[in-house]
């Protein structure tokens, strides 16, 4: 376990608030479980004191928080997802499937990390690749279409793989088409190609 957390990665004052809320404890009675002082748990939770690694085992102890996920998503999770969207452009299977099993740790604490956008976009992207099914909640747009504009296109893009499997033709060229409105341009000339070569597969089966 890192001695500290990034704290610009993961909101764990928020976490610390939201998981004592969640257990029914007052500060004073998360105090006398710890042993810490009223004071020292409330700069805790408004960030003005960081955590040190045996308070932090302490207090994640008490409030049932698995320490382990929150160490990774405080200082690994962003680099995983970084390697997690260079290896789905370059369609290293492997790869995919290693790191996805390691960013879907983000799934209990998704709403403390400052990555949740990327997150969601490739948990539909995976999803997506792996052949699952994928609910009308998942590819509902309301949930992402407040999201960064490259992130949207990478949704739009697998969603017109979705529909193109299914021979989804009509929706799959709807997709693909709010993909290049969007008007994002990648500078890496791969996942230009790759994008390329969605829209040449839908067109393709459209002229069959």
């Known amino acids: 376990m890192s001695d500290k957390y990034k704290n610009n990665n993961f909101n764990i004052a928020k976490l610390i608030i939201d998981q004592r809320k969640q257990l029914k404890l007052s500060l004073r009675e998360l105090s006398q479980l710890t042993k810490y002082s009223y004071q020292t748990l409330s700069k805790y939770e408004t960030g003005i004191i960081e955590l040190n690694k045996t308070n932090r085992v302490t207090l994640f102890k008490h409030l049932h928080i698995n320490a382990e996920d929150v160490d990774y998503l405080s200082n690994d999770f962003k680099q995983d997802i970084d390697l997690l969207f260079e290896s789905i452009v370059y369609d290293e299977q492997t790869e995919i499937s290693t790191l996805f099993t390691r960013i879907k740790k983000a799934d209990k604490y998704l709403d403390y990390t400052k990555f949740r ?45 979705y529909h193109l499997k299914n021979n989804d033709l009509i929706n799959a060229v709807d997709t693909i088409v709010k993909a290049i409105s969007l008007g994002v341009h990648e500078s890496n000339v791969g996942l230009v190609n790759y994008h390329a070569g969605i829209i040449y597969s839908v067109y393709g089966q459209l002229l069959k």
């Not at 590819?139 to 279409?145: G, H, T, V």
């Open 117 to 161: 956008e990327e997150f969601i976009t490739l948990k539909i992207i995976v999803s997506i690749i792996n052949n699952e099914s994928i609910s009308q909640e998942m590819l509902n747009e309301s949930q992402f279409n407040s999201f960064k504009l490259s992130l949207q296109q990478w949704i739009y893009d697998y969603i017109a793989i």
